[in-house]
């Protein structure tokens, strides 16, 4: 049997990821001057367009359901390393909401903006961890392992522009895959010791 209370913050999470999706795309068809991969996504937030509301709602909305997300499955879940992934995530809600309230033209901006990209790749470090170790699911592990390594690389080798939208969108194909079996109240892919 799963852990009670993962079904409503996994509906959550999924508003959180649909709402900054559909802010982002709405936000750079607003602005046509926004380019993938040469524009920081920060870039939407000072858009002299009406695609800075956008961009700014997506990310203080997706941060509140971020932090909202982490703290419920925290408090639902046992193990302390698996919480301890959870309660990072909500930490990172926290900055995302600074990085929708601070633009890019304010000094906070990039505090926020570094925090809020630390804290996630922390997240997924901690999962790797937890999936490698408490669970020897090495197949989780090595998945989310092989994104981190891709992350870096991308750093390394490309501009931030690029590296900056692709890891958000790895991110959250990341969280919505090991959140499933969480909101279908089942594991279908993996078996995964959840505390139950």
């Keep these: 049997m799963f852990p009670s209370g993962t079904k409503i913050p996994s509906v959550i999470l999924f508003i959180g990821i649909a709402l900054f999706a559909l802010c982002w795309i709405g936000a750079v068809l607003l602005d046509p001057s926004w380019t993938f991969g040469v524009d920081t996504m920060s870039e ?10 956008l961009f700014l709602i997506g990310c203080l909305g997706t941060g509140v359901c971020a932090f909202a997300y ?23 809600g926290i900055f995302l909401m600074g990085v929708g309230s601070f633009t890019m033209d304010t000094d906070l901006h990039i505090v926020f903006t570094a925090a809020f990209f630390i804290s996630i790749a922390l997240c ?25 390594v891709g992350n870096v690389i991308l750093l390394l080798l490309t501009p931030l522009a690029f590296v900056e939208p692709v890891a958000v969108i790895l991110f ?20 995964i010791n959840y505390g139950r």
């Excluded at 939407?44 to 509301?53: E, H, K, Q, V, W």
């Excluded at 997924?124 to 392992?145: F, G, H, Q, R």
């Excluded at 079996?181 to 993996?190: G, H, K, P």
């Design 124 to 148: 997924m470090i901690d999962y790797t961890l937890y999936v490698a170790s408490a669970e020897e699911n090495y197949v989780l592990a090595i998945y989310t392992a092989a994104l981190i």
């Design 70 to 92: 982490g703290a419920l499955m925290a408090y639902s879940l046992k193990p302390v390393l698996l919480r301890s992934v959870f309660i990072i995530l909500s930490v990172a």
């Design 44 to 53: 939407l937030g000072i858009s002299g367009t009406n695609a800075r509301y």
């Design 172 to 191: 959250m194909v990341w969280v919505l895959s090991i959140n499933h079996s969480f909101f279908l109240n089942e594991d279908r892919l993996f078996v």
